[in-house]
């Protein structure tokens, strides 16, 4: 790869040996207008549930300098994470981010590591390493530094990847020219992979809530992958069918898109949690918190709690006409009352 700026080279090199790939490098600057009132309507209209965090981080969402006043640059990561689809010992899917170890650890540590290495070198003072849980919008920052475009499925497509990569980016109080790196070429072709959806609606149609209200634009209240891991307490009854058997996340919208369907298998980088294969659902119903937390460790299915996933599971195992015996325990005598109410529901279907 060719560049202009020596920093900017030793940046990549640095982030080589950290196991990160340098994708782009953008000035710290304000985001859109227009994003930014995209995003108060959506908070407005109610769009974002429970996750009152969003809102709560509003007013340093549209300039980072808003929250780490020392960014001059940021410099921006997508790792895949492409990998077949998983699910609990007998069914009960389980979101491909979720099948191995946790990307907040994983590329949380290695932007850490980054940093301290570009500070070392005297490079920075002041960093930040973000992925996921900061007030940084980070599909906006991806979508500025060309790291791939915008999907109908809200998602940033990476031009070899498609939806299938998570994103984190490092602020830095360095000045820096922008830097993108070069999209992967095609091997026939030598095209430039780079597209937008077109005419493409396969996300928008496969969406069995209809979370995609319209292309480009999501209401969580209805999207599976909140309802099994942000939203506490009870499912709308109205939704319970419609998730499937969907326990933790929902890949359905990122698998029908056809910019991932080649893209290569990273298994590997991620590991395999054994308690998914190793636990039936009709299992997770007794599980302890002490079982819980050991059997998850490192994995991200902790976020939804031990209550969570037992809900979760209750409402899989009512879609997929299962676990008889084992939810009317739960229904009797879990002591979450939000499991038993779920168990009942189940039980009913
Ligand atoms: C909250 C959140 C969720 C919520 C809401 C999802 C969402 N799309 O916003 C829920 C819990 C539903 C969720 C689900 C998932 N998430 Co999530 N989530 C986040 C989080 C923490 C914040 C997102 C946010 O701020 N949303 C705010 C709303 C307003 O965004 P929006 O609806 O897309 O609206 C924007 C557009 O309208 C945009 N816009 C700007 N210009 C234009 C132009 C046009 C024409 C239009 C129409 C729109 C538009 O402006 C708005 C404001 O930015 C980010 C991490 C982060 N800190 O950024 C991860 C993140 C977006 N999630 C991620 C992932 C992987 C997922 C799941 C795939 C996980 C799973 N398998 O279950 C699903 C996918 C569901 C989906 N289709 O989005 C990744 C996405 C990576 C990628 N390739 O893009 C992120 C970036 C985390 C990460 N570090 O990698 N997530
Ligand atoms: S993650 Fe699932 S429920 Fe959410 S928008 Fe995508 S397809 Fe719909
Ligand atoms: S499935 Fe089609 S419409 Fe949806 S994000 Fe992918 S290319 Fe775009």
């Given at each position: 790869?060719?560049?202009?700026?020596?920093?900017?080279k030793?940046?990549?090199?640095?982030?080589?040996?950290?196991?990160?790939?340098?994708?782009?490098?953008?000035?710290?600057?304000?985001?859109?207008?227009?994003?930014?009132?995209?995003?108060?309507?959506?908070?407005?209209?109610?769009?974002a549930?429970?996750?009152?965090?969003?809102?709560?981080?509003?007013?340093?969402?549209?300039?980072?300098?808003?929250?780490?006043?020392?960014?001059?640059?940021?410099?921006?990561?997508?790792?895949?994470?492409?990998?077949?689809?998983?699910?609990?010992?007998?069914?009960?899917?389980?979101?491909?981010?979720?099948?191995?170890?946790?990307?907040?650890?994983?590329?949380?540590?290695?932007?850490?590591?980054?940093?301290?290495?570009?500070?070392?070198?005297?490079?920075?003072?002041?960093?930040?390493?973000?992925?996921?849980?900061?007030?940084?919008?980070?599909?906006?920052?991806?979508?500025?530094?060309?790291?791939?475009?915008?999907?109908?499925?809200?998602?940033?497509?990476?031009?070899?990847?498609?939806?299938?990569?998570?994103?984190?980016?490092?602020?830095?109080?360095?000045?820096?020219?922008?830097?993108?790196?070069?999209?992967?070429?095609?091997?026939?072709?030598?095209?430039?992979?780079?597209?937008?959806?077109?005419?493409?609606?396969?996300?928008?149609?496969?969406?069995?809530?209809?979370?995609?209200t319209?292309?480009?634009?999501?209401?969580?209240?209805?999207?599976?992958?909140?309802?099994?891991i942000?939203?506490?307490?009870?499912?709308?009854?109205?939704?319970?069918?419609?998730?499937?058997?969907?326990?933790?996340?929902?890949?359905?919208?990122?698998?029908?898109?056809?910019?991932?369907?080649?893209?290569?298998?990273?298994?590997?980088?991620?590991?395999?949690?054994?308690?998914?294969?190793?636990?039936?659902?009709e299992?997770?119903?007794?599980?302890?918190?002490?079982?819980?937390?050991?059997?998850?460790?490192?994995?991200p299915?902790?976020?939804?709690?031990?209550?969570?996933?037992?809900?979760?599971?209750?409402?899989?195992?009512?879609?997929?006409?299962?676990?008889?015996?084992?939810?009317?325990?739960?229904?009797?005598?879990?002591?979450?009352?939000?499991?038993?109410?779920?168990?009942?529901?189940?039980?009913?279907e």
């Open positions: 790869m060719e560049f202009a700026c020596p920093q900017t030793r940046i990549a090199e640095l982030a080589n040996e950290v196991g990160l790939e340098l994708r782009a490098i953008i000035p710290a600057q304000k985001l859109p207008a227009d994003v930014m009132t995209r995003l108060d309507q959506w908070l407005l209209e109610g769009r549930a429970e996750m009152d965090y969003i809102g709560a981080a509003r007013s340093v969402m549209g300039d980072v300098r808003d929250w780490k006043r020392w960014t001059r640059s940021i410099a921006l990561f997508a790792l895949p994470y492409h990998r077949a689809g998983g699910e609990f010992r007998g069914g009960g899917r389980v979101a491909r981010y979720a099948l191995g170890r946790d990307y907040h650890n994983l590329l949380g540590k290695r932007l850490e590591r980054l940093g301290k290495r570009l500070r070392r070198e005297n490079m920075v003072q002041n960093f930040r390493g973000c992925t996921d849980a900061a007030p940084v919008l980070e599909r906006e920052w991806a979508i500025l530094g060309n790291v791939g475009w915008r999907g109908k499925n809200t998602l940033v497509l990476d031009p070899a990847y498609g939806p299938w990569v998570l994103l984190g980016e490092l602020l830095m109080d360095l000045e820096l020219p922008t830097f993108t790196a070069p999209p992967p070429t095609d091997a026939d072709s030598k095209q430039k992979r780079w597209a937008s959806c077109g005419s493409c609606t396969a996300c928008l149609d496969v969406c069995p809530t209809g979370a995609l319209s292309a480009y634009e999501i209401d969580a209240r209805l999207c599976i992958s909140y309802l099994t942000e939203h506490r307490g009870s499912i709308p009854v109205e939704l319970r069918a419609k998730m499937g058997d969907w326990v933790f996340g929902c890949d359905l919208c990122s698998e029908v898109c056809p910019f991932g369907h080649h893209a290569d298998d990273h298994a590997e980088d991620w590991g395999t949690k054994d308690a998914i294969s190793a636990f039936r659902l299992d997770l119903l007794a599980l302890t918190a002490d079982e819980f937390a050991t059997a998850f460790a490192g994995s299915i902790r976020r939804a709690g031990l209550g969570g996933l037992q809900r979760n599971a209750c409402v899989a195992l009512g879609n997929l006409k299962r676990g008889g015996p084992e939810l009317e325990d739960a229904a009797r005598s879990h002591t979450d009352p939000i499991v038993r109410e779920h168990a009942s529901w189940a039980l009913a």
